[in-house]
């Protein structure tokens, strides 16, 4: 049986990192990075872009799911809101599979201590604190699995990998 993974969480908690090693310890596997289909200039969330970009991304996870070679995809991506992970389950949900939902969490001073990281090596714009901080609190409402990302990736990672 196939394994159809998300792992969301806010900007800068790690998934990235998280998803490139979940990719080499569950083989065969697909990472898929949903920014991947944001990466507009210039960047403008609009309706009809939302909905492209979330039917692009089910194209994608329907084409691995029915990839007779790959096994686990792994798709990353701000997956904040419960009906962002119900539109992308509904999209697949008539390809067999097994569904894991995790979402990566970390402390509002870890998060923070990271994001200024990537503000200080060019990576984030100063604003990223500020739209990110408040939407922590709204992964605990999601029907995911929390990870606590207060620690090194690889744990992270492994911590994940022997939950499927």
Not at 38 to 54: G, Q, S
Not at 62 to 71: N, S, V, Y
């Amino acid at each position: 049986m196939k394994h159809l993974i998300f792992v969301g969480g806010t900007m800068g908690v790690g998934k990235t990192t998280v998803c490139q090693l979940l990719r080499h310890q569950l083989t065969p596997s697909v990472f898929l990075d949903g920014d991947w289909c944001w990466m507009l200039e210039p960047f403008a969330v609009t309706e009809h872009r939302k909905k492209m970009v979330t039917e692009n991304i089910i194209f994608l996870l329907r084409q691995f799911l029915q990839d007779p070679d790959t096994e686990y995809i792994i798709l990353c991506w701000v997956m904040h809101e419960q009906a962002i992970i119900d539109s992308l389950r509904a999209g697949v949900a008539d390809l067999p599979h097994c569904f894991h939902s995790f979402s990566l969490v970390c402390s509002e001073e870890g998060l923070r201590k990271r994001l200024e990281g990537d503000i200080a090596a060019g990576i984030r714009q100063p604003d990223v604190i500020d739209r990110t901080l408040p939407r922590v609190a709204l992964y605990p409402k999601l029907d995911t699995i929390l990870i606590d990302a207060d620690r090194p990736p690889q744990e992270v990672a492994a911590d994940i990998a022997g939950r499927l």
